[in-house]
């Protein structure tokens, strides 16, 4: 029983919506209006078209799932790094590990170690009684409260390559 990741193609698209819609049943319980809580088969089409959607597979089975969106294909026009978007696990799996593993990989395989971001980012609801915590148990800090249309929420940055950070700060003020 080995663990793989792979990048989603939209052959995977309904299996993934089905895994998203199950993982995030909380979510829709909780009444936060998470885009993929209530994602559509086009709208899992065009996240996978547009951005890079991670599988975790088990047995050839998905049973995670996680899209970073580059700073170019980001819905705020001020993004520099990656950001982590709808990111789910199946609940057979739920503590398990896999969700921890899959980020892990994101964060140091594909941001730190292939794209050489000094950084990644992330938002969630401030409402979320559970996520804010997670998130910062794995290193991420707050930087940002927005004000959006259908939630507040907090942006968090987790930096994952601190070397490259610190240059690029540095860079920054010589500007």
């Known amino acids: 029983m080995t663990e793989q990741y792979r990048i989603a193609t939209l052959a995977d698209a309904e299996v993934v919506l089905d895994l998203t819609h199950r993982a995030y049943e909380p979510i829709r319980e909780l009444g936060l209006p998470f885009p993929a809580a209530t ?3 086009e709208m899992m089409k065009e996240n996978i078209n547009k951005h890079a959607t991670y599988v975790a597979e088990v047995d050839e089975n998905v049973i995670a799932t996680i899209t970073l969106i580059y700073p170019w294909g980001h819905w705020r026009e001020d993004a520099e790094y990656p950001y982590v978007w709808w990111f789910a696990v199946d609940p057979a799996y739920k503590k398990q590990g896999v969700g921890n593993r899959l980020l892990t990989y994101i964060e140091e395989t594909i941001v730190r170690d292939t794209l050489k971001a000094p950084e990644l980012t992330l938002a ?5 009684p559970w996520l804010i915590p997670m998130y910062e148990r794995r290193g991420y800090e707050k930087v940002e409260l927005l004000e959006l249309e259908h939630d507040t929420v907090y942006v968090l940055r987790k930096v994952v390559n601190a070397a490259f950070y610190q240059e690029s700060n ?3 003020s010589i500007k």
């Open 39 to 41: 994602a559509t088969l």
């Open 124 to 128: 969630t609801s401030i409402h979320h």
């Open 170 to 172: 540095k860079e920054e």
